[in-house]
């Protein structure tokens, strides 16, 4: 099972000291917390893709490759690729680039994002979110297939005998992760595919969660792909941590209260006991973290949020050490002792699907 840390890279006051980070800073602050997540052992860093303020990261391949150039082991992956308001076309161009930059350590995970204003930034139409996202990957899942394609569709003018280049490494098209909080229709277009589910897993209860990866499993299997516990899911979750949970719940609360999507709400008890959140030792978050398989079954990946509402970098990478240290050791024994025989304990990336083709 694969671990690791997405972002969404927020430029956000701390607001225990009242200090607002650079973009500049933020930027760097965020490689420097990829470096960390190989240094303590975890398998991925995953970075959002946003196009507005307070948000730093609006092109998450060029900080991809920069990460890429530093690290030998971590899978570089997004956490939102905007596969509504991005040109198909150079989604595969710019991807398949990283993905050789990286020797093979690239996926990404497509999504819509969660900032309407960035549709008629890049002159699309939010009404049309749904079937721009199936309609842009219909032609990415091509352009990264087939070496000449021909293509007509409704929201971009055709291609006639066009090769997007460079192709993918070794022909293996980078893995991609369908994202989404609360759209079915985008686990069945995962499930059509073959293709990962992410469920976000943040911001809404177990019950939502447990519906949605149900659905994806169940038409996956319908589609032939495998059976409906061979489907390949990943969740977010999110996590503060201290040696003493009194001690992870004071030091976080004034972060939670103020944080820009869900400060000034529920209050930080009842968010954690309707959500996944989990704010307590290292021990709480290990029961907590599985538990998850008890309504969504044995999966692949794990990211946690650990770097927004203004924490500081030496508080995340704090966090980083925990987790690295206590937390993911044990869950990764603990998760291979539960899966069952013929469930995949990862996705299937480029190394795997490479050796599987030249056998």
Do not use: C
Not at 28 to 56: M, Q, R, S, Y
Request: net charge negative; glycine share 8%.
């Amino acid at each position: 099972m694969q671990f690791g840390i997405f972002t969404v890279g927020d430029v956000t006051t701390d607001p225990t000291t009242g200090r607002t980070p650079t973009e500049h800073e933020r930027i760097k602050n965020t490689v420097a917390i990829a470096l960390k997540a190989e240094e303590v052992g975890l398998d991925v860093f995953a970075t959002g893709e946003h196009h507005n303020p307070p948000f730093v990261p609006s092109s998450p391949t060029t900080l991809l490759g920069h990460i890429a150039a530093r690290t030998e082991n971590l899978i570089l992956s997004t956490s939102t690729t905007l596969i509504t308001t991005n040109d198909p076309v150079k989604i595969a161009e710019d991807y398949a680039t990283l993905q050789h930059l990286a020797d093979g350590r690239v996926d990404l995970m497509m999504g819509r994002g969660n900032t309407g204003p960035v549709y008629p930034w890049f002159g699309q139409d939010i009404r049309q979110g749904i079937p721009l996202a199936i309609e842009n990957y219909a032609l990415l899942h091509k352009l990264w297939r087939e070496d000449v394609v021909d293509w007509e569709g409704k929201f971009r003018s055709a291609l006639q005998g066009f090769t997007s280049t460079p192709r993918p490494l070794d022909g293996v098209p980078p893995f991609v992760w369908h994202g989404s909080i609360r759209s079915p229709e985008i686990a069945e277009q995962a499930a059509y595919y073959g293709d990962g589910f992410f469920a976000n897993h943040i911001f809404w209860p177990k019950q939502h969660t447990e519906k949605m990866v149900r659905l994806y499993r169940q038409r996956y299997a319908h589609y032939g792909h495998g059976t409906e516990e061979q489907a390949i899911v990943g969740l977010g979750g999110q996590v503060f941590m201290r040696k003493n949970s009194q001690d992870a719940v004071r030091e976080f609360r004034p972060y939670f209260d103020n944080a820009p999507v869900y400060g000034h709400g529920p209050s930080l008890e009842d968010f954690s006991s309707q959500t996944p959140l989990t704010v307590g030792s290292p021990q709480e978050v290990i029961e907590r973290t599985l538990s998850f398989r008890e309504y969504v079954g044995d999966y692949q990946r794990q990211l946690f949020l650990v770097d927004h509402a203004g924490l500081p970098l030496k508080t995340v990478l704090e966090q980083l050490d925990i987790l690295g240290e206590e937390v993911v050791p044990v869950l990764r024994k603990e998760f291979a002792n539960l899966r069952p025989a013929g469930v995949p304990a990862t996705a299937p990336l480029h190394p795997a699907v490479l050796a599987s083709k030249e056998v």
